[in-house]
């Protein structure tokens, strides 16, 4: 089971090499979208300090549930994933695989981009590290409710926008403790309390998201 | 022991007929102008309590009389997404059809009663706080929770296959359920950093006894027009999925 997985893993990882293009569109986007903020705010070094949190994480949320899609999509429509479906190996298991290897892909260049826009906003540098910290913990749980979402509107006319609208508000805890996180942080409060939810709530959803994203799955071939 | 069970169903009434959408179907229909003659009754006493008997709130004047339909709308709205999840998740462990049916039945109506929610809240705040909208712990979890509404039926919606929207939505409700609490506490523990608790509905002085019976009598009535209106459209749903079955065909044959 475990050379099953670390197959899938390193599968997709290779993929998602081959394929970099994609992840710089992510990262792209994440840059993006949180220097229009400013654009649109105005350049007030303050008003920024106290947005930046916030617009950085928001701005994550929608990069990280933008890369979803690929998430089953080529597996789904080669066959692939069927075989995975009526493999040996539990697909809980693979999931888990193919999970961790999306955060890998997609979310880990947020993690580590995220500093330089923090710095963009002007966050002070103890901030910009619990910024990373807080991401590096709340993505984990962004991609495992998003893979729910990104199984169940497989193949599914419109499955971009409806992935948004299922996934979004499911979001809503992650992108609050992770705010908070940062912002206390930036005010002179300690930040444990909020990076230890984050975690937790990671781990809540590792441990049931899979079960949830294999019955979508088996769904979604009936 | 097959003789067993079967003498058991014969001695005791069987409920699981009802699982079946052609027993349930005369059953809803039957059951469903009860429930919404009950609402009726208990709106106009409802309202007429709340209206006419209940005294003036002594802080917030007449403008307190919207409780009377904004706090069992908002009640309903969780009690109703906690039904739809039930039934979906019955349906999705004992592949029961009516389960997903009645949870597709459900959904307009919670959504219904979270959009009444949050639109009377808004009414509601303007005279007492002095704004339409506040980001307030339980005003921004409705918000979600109406968008987990909207999100359930936009993914039914989406599937063409009513089996495969019943257990798609049903996994979906299920994860939005474990998802409620969660989003609740974690949207508390944001408003009390961002803001003190000078807005609350704590403070409300405790409650005349004419206005708790006003209420309670409009909180039995939402709950009856809900039962009503989902096994309406229970019945619709049922009709439409087994339009080619013969029963329906001589069902529809009958009314024309």
């Given at each position: 089971m475990l050379s099953v997985m670390r197959n899938v893993i390193a599968r997709d990882l290779t993929l998602a090499w081959r394929r970099r293009a994609d992840v710089f569109v992510s990262v792209l986007f994440f840059v993006i979208v949180a220097s229009l903020f400013p654009l649109g705010i105005g350049p007030e070094p303050k008003l920024l300090r106290v947005i930046g949190p916030g617009v950085v994480w928001v701005a994550a949320l929608l990069a990280s549930m933008l890369a979803l899609s690929r998430l089953f999509a080529d597996d789904y429509a080669d066959g692939t994933l069927e075989q995975m479906l009526i493999g040996a190996t539990p697909l809980s298991m693979i999931v888990i695989a193919k999970v961790f290897a999306h955060w890998i892909a997609a979310n880990l260049p947020l993690v580590l981009i995220a500093p330089l826009l923090g710095l963009q906003f002007g966050l002070p540098a103890d901030a910009l590290a619990v910024l990373a910290l807080a991401l590096a913990l709340g993505t984990p749980s962004l991609s495992l409710i998003g893979a729910i979402g990104a199984a169940l509107t497989l193949?599914?006319?419109?499955g971009g926008v409806l992935l948004a609208l299922l996934v979004l508000p499911l979001y809503a805890p992650v992108l609050i403790l992770g705010s908070l996180a940062v912002e206390a942080t930036a005010t002179g409060m300690t930040a444990q309390p909020y990076l230890l939810l984050l975690a937790a709530m990671s781990l809540a959803a590792l441990s049931l998201a899979p079960w949830a994203i294999a019955a979508a799955l088996r769904i979604s071939y009936e | 022991m097959p003789s067993a069970n079967l003498q058991n169903e014969s001695a005791s009434f069987n409920?699981?007929?009802?699982?079946s959408p052609q027993a349930f179907f005369p059953l809803a229909g039957a059951i469903a102008p009860w429930f919404a003659a009950f609402a009726a009754v208990l709106f106009v006493v409802g309202l007429y309590i709340g209206f006419f008997v209940a005294p003036t709130d002594a802080?917030?004047?007449?403008?307190?009389?919207i409780i009377f339909i904004h706090v069992p709308a908002a009640w309903m709205s969780m009690v109703i997404y906690l039904a739809m999840a039930f039934w979906a998740g019955i349906g999705l462990a004992f592949n029961t059809r009516l389960s997903g049916m009645m949870a597709s039945a459900l959904a307009p109506t919670g959504a219904w009663f979270t959009f009444i929610a949050l639109w009377t809240g808004a009414l509601w705040g303007r005279?007492?706080?002095?704004?339409?909208?506040?980001?307030d712990a339980r005003l921004t979890s409705e918000l979600l929770l109406l968008f987990l509404y909207f999100g359930f039926m936009a993914l039914q919606a989406a599937i063409d296959d009513p089996r495969r929207a019943d257990k798609a939505g049903a996994v979906l409700a299920l994860v939005g359920v474990i998802n409620i609490p969660i989003i609740y506490f974690s949207v508390q523990w944001w408003n009390t950093l961002h803001q003190g608790?000078?807005?609350?509905?704590?403070?409300?002085?405790?409650?005349a006894a004419t206005m708790f019976t006003g209420m309670m009598v409009m909180v039995f009535a939402c709950w009856a027009y809900a039962i009503a209106a989902a096994l309406w459209r229970v019945r619709c749903i049922i009709l439409e999925r087994e339009l080619r079955t013969d029963w329906v065909r001589a069902y529809l044959g009958k009314q024309t």
């Open positions: 193949g599914l006319r419109g | 409920w699981f007929k009802y699982a802080q917030q004047g007449e403008s307190y009389r005279p007492t706080w002095g704004t339409w909208w506040v980001w608790s000078s807005v609350s509905l704590k403070s409300a002085p405790t409650m």
